[in-house]
């Protein structure tokens, strides 16, 4: 039987490292940001490659949520999930049949990173005050004791937080999520060539390095606005 591994995270932030890594696994296969053409068809956001984005998915929800739950052939089905693109229309209830993990990162060096890509960043273009509400949401639907980790963690020392990781659900850590092969995947978005130029050149996780925020004054506005959610999830974070 499958189980299906929902990974829930906001833009920019080590989200497809994170893909990358249990893809490496020889019992995993992964979807990219399965909900990312509805979301675009649905908000009227204008995003990069919009018209190949709105081609490659379904672009209604509960055709999505069919795919995510259709019959796989692999032990482990992991989904990189945006919290963004879950727009309040969706019906949950399909939360019920996968495990989920959550994986945060401070609202400034989100936006920090988010700007380099698009240079208008609103609240709900970062999806973090949503990816609260989504914890508290399928945390009730499931019943589910969610755990919350940490990029910095994570890249402090990935072996220690993936491990503890796999040992929340009952998996085995296998060390092929350390490293990975340099290059594309037929499992990325069409969008990569926008967003994945340093993840395609890794060969790992980065090791951490602080950043150099360097925010406006409209930026910073939109970190602080955000930083209340975040702590609400810090507070539960794993620690190893």
């Given at each position: 039987m499958t189980t299906r591994f929902a990974m829930w995270s906001g833009p920019r932030n080590i989200s497809t490292a994170m893909m990358r890594s249990w893809e490496n696994r020889s019992d995993t296969q992964v979807v990219d940001e399965p909900f990312y053409a509805y979301y675009l068809r649905q908000s009227g956001k204008v995003h990069p490659m919009q018209e190949q984005i709105l081609a490659s998915q379904p672009q209604q929800w509960q055709q999505v949520v069919d795919q995510l739950l259709a019959p796989k052939s692999c032990d482990l089905f992991y989904q990189?999930?945006?919290t963004h693109h879950m727009l309040e229309e969706i019906d949950l209830s399909f939360c019920t049949e996968l495990k989920h993990c959550f994986l945060i990162r401070n609202p400034a060096n989100v936006v920090n990173s988010y700007v380099k890509k698009i240079s208008q960043v609103r609240d709900e273009d970062?999806?973090?005050?949503?990816q609260w509400q989504l914890y508290q949401q399928i945390a009730d639907i499931s019943g589910q004791d969610i755990p919350v980790i940490d990029s910095q963690d994570v890249l402090r020392d990935p072996e220690g937080m993936l491990s503890a990781v796999c040992e929340?659900?009952?998996?085995?850590?296998?060390?092929?999520m350390l490293s990975w092969p340099a290059g594309k995947r037929d499992s990325d978005g069409v969008w990569a060539p926008h967003w994945y130029q340093r993840v395609e050149a890794s060969t790992g996780f980065e090791p951490y390095r602080p950043e150099a925020i360097d925010l406006s004054a409209a930026l910073q506005a939109v970190a602080d606005d955000n930083m209340d959610a975040y702590q609400q999830m810090y507070a539960k974070r794993l620690l190893r």
């Open positions: 990189k999930m945006m970062i999806g973090i005050k949503r929340q659900f009952d998996l085995d850590f296998d060390k092929a």
